[in-house]
Nanobody, 132 residues
Framework: QVQLMESGGGSVQAGGSLRLSCLAS????????MAWFRQAPGKEREGIAV????????YYTQSVKGRFTMSQDNAKNTVYLQMNNLKSEDTAMYYC?????????????????????????WGQGTQVTVSS
């Protein structure tokens, strides 16, 4: 199990930028993959970005592709989400999540790793509000 803590949320105007951070309580190599999710009021939790912890491929959902960038600093046990050109529809609570290990990663498509049921460890979330 790993504890996760997100930070960096806030209120910005449309077109602005924010960088979210997710600090893990330990090295996340054994998690196999890490992801960012978001949940808007009245909507289901949505996976938006996932990356293998070995620094391999990163996948983004279409709604954020080209605007958001996920990165990792393994020396700091931290995952980031750089969000540019924010839109009002990006308003949500943002969560990071740690994967269930390589045994899950190798038998699941990277797109499939955006499903919430592929994660047991979650942060408490950080709110992002974008005003138009």
């Amino acid at each position: 199990q790993v504890q996760l803590m997100e930070s960096g949320g806030g209120s910005v105007q449309a077109g602005g930028s924010l960088r979210l951070s997710c600090l893990a309580s330990r090295n996340t190599d054994s998690s196999g993959y890490m992801a960012w999710f978001r949940q808007a009021p009245g909507k289901e939790r949505e996976g938006i970005a996932v990356a293998y912890t070995n620094g391999g491929f990163t996948y983004y959902t279409q709604s954020v592709k080209g605007r958001f960038t996920m990165s990792q600093d393994n020396a700091k046990n931290t995952v980031y989400l750089q969000m540019n050109n924010l839109k009002s529809e990006d308003t949500a609570m943002y969560y990071c999540a740690a994967g269930r290990g390589l045994s899950v990663a190798i038998k699941t498509s990277i797109q499939g790793l955006l499903a919430a049921d592929k994660y047991d460890d979650w942060g408490q979330g950080t709110q992002v509000t974008v005003s138009s």
